[in-house]
């Protein structure tokens, strides 16, 4: 987590853009949908390497789905990086993260936490050789659930 923390620092301070004191939330919404779009398009995620990006509007969220995404998800699906042993704030509190796919976790969700109060997007790593990855943007940061915050060690603040 720390080692991440460290190679994270210039994206962990970018993300001071999504904080509602001095961006409305609905633009900074379009912008992390549009850029995790755009950015794992660009990763060449999908079953056929072409950057196919599954998005579903739920009204309240949008959920961004990579099967499997390019860079992580392709890592863990190989099994040729190492994975979590042991559960940790910084990787969701699972254990089978692929230690690649634990920057996700502390710069979107962990950092932004404990930066803005909520998280940028909420994650669902693939924990499986094979598995999915989901990233989910909310419409509005209060209606992020709370496990959200608890499978990393945060409570969420009223």
Known sequence: GAVWRELEADGIAA???????????PESFAFLVQCAIEGMHGHLG????????S???HGDRVQLTFAPCGSGGRLRAAERFGVTTERHDWAW?????????????????LSAIDNLGYPARVIDPP?????SCSWTVYRDPDDVPAEAYRRVGRDKRS
């Open 15 to 25: 993300y001071a853009r999504y904080d509602r004191d001095g961006t409305p939330w």
């Open 46 to 53: 999908g079953p056929r390497a072409l950057g196919e990006v």
């Open 55 to 57: 998005v579903i509007d």
């Open 93 to 109: 509190n699972e254990i089978g993260v692929c230690h690649y796919c634990v920057h996700c976790c502390v710069l979107q969700q």
């Open 127 to 131: 924990l499986r050789p094979g598995d």
